[in-house]
């Protein structure tokens, strides 16, 4: 089973950017499909985004469609979300995970310890 490392979250200014990572380690990162979720303080954790395995086919919530982007680099077992044109609501821990494509939930059911994404109006 893969392991999933977050970074590059941070507090930001409304408008701003900032692009998270998720390093894996451990499985065969390039056969999967990975995801992206969120979740704010007492609230359910919510799908993101999701990339396939050769990135050649992505898929957004309508919540971020046209501000964030995923992208992966399968020769350095890395998923990345940049994320653009920040807003409040985007304020959350974000989290990685692999996905089937269609399911988007966690299909090995645990969670690393996300990266804080802090966006102040």
């Known amino acids: 089973q893969v392991q999933l490392a977050e970074s590059g979250g941070g507090l930001v200014q409304a408008g701003d950017s900032l692009r998270l990572s998720c390093v894996a380690s451990g499985g065969t990162f390039s056969r999967n499909v990975m995801g992206w979720f969120r979740q704010a303080p007492g609230k359910e954790r919510e799908f993101v985004s999701a990339?396939?395995?050769?990135?050649?086919?992505?898929n957004y919530a309508d919540s971020v469609k046209g501000r964030f982007t995923i992208s992966r680099d399968n020769a350095k077992n890395t998923v990345y979300l940049q994320m653009n044109r920040l807003k409040p609501e985007d304020t959350a821990v974000y989290y990685c995970?692999?996905?089937?494509?269609?399911?988007?939930?966690?299909?090995?059911?645990?969670w690393g310890h996300g990266t804080q994404v802090t966006v102040s109006s």
């Open positions: 990339i396939t395995e050769s990135g050649l086919v992505k």
């Open positions: 995970a692999v996905v089937a494509w269609g399911k988007w939930v966690n299909l090995f059911g645990s």
